[in-house]
């Protein structure tokens, strides 16, 4: 059990901190959200397998954060609400949740609920997957594999990478990865470019000429994905990918 993961959208502190402590006696890993956006964040570093999240939060609806879990194909739902109306329920199971426990509620029952739904986590047979036709990030492993062989990559670097694919080709600014990617609160955009570098090295043709991972010039970066979906590249057997024999004009080197 000890490898589950279960993240806690809850904007009592108390309450919070109270179902924490009680999951993490029996073996979970726990990680606390307090609103939706740090939710967003947590859930993106951390791929927890259940999220138990309250239907009202301070800076906002939990039902449409229950919604956008659901299209991640990720995790399972746990809503805890203190509407208890039969209207309610149905509104919040249709929302995604795959249980609904309303408040008050006993710790045994709260207990048993998250235990049945970590069962059901265990026996999904088909592994969380985002698939880019040559390339494959494999969202439960953690695994990165392009041409069917793996690509060693760092936690960060696989978190980065992570959040790049799933803006399925949007730019982001360097503020905005170092607040989705990154699992503490980093002010340094070098911090961005560094780990950019490192996973260009590892994913690219030629890392001086970057396809996959683009520079969006005043803007930040964006993941190319009609390239990967459109073309294969051949890796060597350490998961480096063959060099061009072009080398790129000392113009274009600056500009990245």
């Known amino acids: 059990m000890g490898a589950v993961g279960i993240q806690i959208v809850?904007?009592?502190?108390?309450?919070?901190?109270?179902?924490?402590?009680?999951?993490?006696?029996?073996?979970?890993?726990?990680?606390?959200?307090?609103?939706?956006?740090?939710?967003?964040?947590?859930?993106?570093?951390?791929?927890?397998?259940?999220?138990?999240?309250?239907?009202?939060?301070?800076?906002?609806d939990g039902l449409e954060f229950c919604r956008w879990l659901q299209q991640q194909h990720q995790a399972l739902i746990l809503m805890l609400s203190a509407r208890n109306s039969e209207t309610d329920i149905v509104t919040g199971l249709r929302a995604g949740a795959d249980d609904y426990l309303t408040k008050p509620f006993g710790m045994q029952e709260f207990l048993a609920r998250v235990e049945a739904l970590t069962r059901r986590s265990r026996t999904m047979a088909v592994p969380a997957l985002l698939d880019y036709g040559d390339l494959k990030i494999d969202l439960v492993q953690r695994r990165v594999r392009f041409k069917n062989e793996f690509i060693d990559l760092t936690p960060q670097e696989f978190s980065l990478l992570y959040v790049l694919a799933q803006a399925g080709g949007t730019p982001l600014s360097r503020s905005e990865l170092l607040r989705k990617a990154w699992?503490?609160?980093?002010?340094?955009?070098?911090?961005?470019?560094?780990?950019?570098?490192?996973?260009?090295?590892?994913?690219?043709?030629?890392?001086?000429?970057?396809?996959?991972?683009?520079?969006?010039?005043?803007?930040?970066?964006?993941?190319?994905?009609?390239?990967?979906?459109?073309?294969?590249?051949?890796?060597?057997?350490?998961?480096?990918?063959?060099?061009?024999?072009?080398?790129?004009?000392?113009?274009?080197?600056?500009?990245?």
């Open 183 to 256: 699992p503490d609160e980093i002010d340094n955009h070098r911090t961005v470019d560094t780990h950019v570098l490192s996973l260009r090295k590892k994913i690219e043709i030629d890392p001086r000429q970057p396809s996959l991972i683009q520079t969006v010039r005043n803007v930040g970066y964006r993941f190319n994905v009609e390239m990967v979906d459109q073309e294969g590249h051949p890796i060597h057997q350490n998961g480096m990918h063959k060099k061009k024999p072009t080398e790129p004009p000392l113009s274009r080197l600056a500009e990245r």
């Open 10 to 60: 809850e904007g009592n502190p108390h309450l919070r901190s109270l179902l924490g402590w009680h999951l993490q006696q029996v073996g979970y890993w726990v990680y606390q959200s307090a609103d939706l956006q740090q939710a967003r964040e947590v859930f993106l570093n951390r791929q927890p397998n259940l999220v138990i999240l309250n239907s009202e939060l301070p800076d906002g």
